[in-house]
Nanobody, 122 residues
Framework: QVQLVESGGGLVQAGGSLRLSCAASGYMFRIDIMGWYRQAPGKQRELVATRSTDGTTNYADSVKGRFTISGDNGKNTVYLQMNSLKPEDTSVYYC????????????????WGQGTQVTVSS
């Protein structure tokens, strides 16, 4: 079983910055992708940014140029630096990891963190 622990959420004024962290622990052969998703009240969960272990990144159009995802493969950790925050960025942010469970696994497994609240005031 893999556990994801997030930190770094909070309340910030529009135009401000926050940095989220997510650390993965537990047994797994390899982490393939780690990323961040968010879900606002009454809305579906949406992708924010992902990072593959080879460093390839992917961003939602709404955060390009403002958010940066990075990671430390050795620490099984991913970060999300959020700058120029807007009220519409207010959501619960969830860390996600896609892992290969064992060297013999033919399928991958997905895990989610508990979520961290980000609130941006206008």
């Amino acid at each position: 079983q893999v556990q994801l622990v997030e930190s770094g959420g909070g309340l910030v004024q529009a135009g401000g910055s926050l940095r989220l962290s997510c650390a993965a622990s537990g047994y797994m052969f390899r982490i393939d992708i780690m990323g961040w998703y968010r879900q606002a009240p009454g809305k579906q969960r949406e992708l924010v940014a992902t990072r593959s272990t080879d460093g390839t990144t992917n961003y939602a159009d709404s955060v390009k140029g403002r958010f940066t995802i990075s990671g430390d493969n050795g620490k099984n950790t991913v970060y999300l630096q959020m700058n120029s925050l807007k009220p519409e960025d207010t959501s619960v942010y969830y860390c996600n990891a896609i892992v290969t469970p064992t060297p013999f696994s033919r399928t991958k497994s997905a895990y989610w963190g508990q979520g961290t609240q980000v609130t941006v005031s206008s």
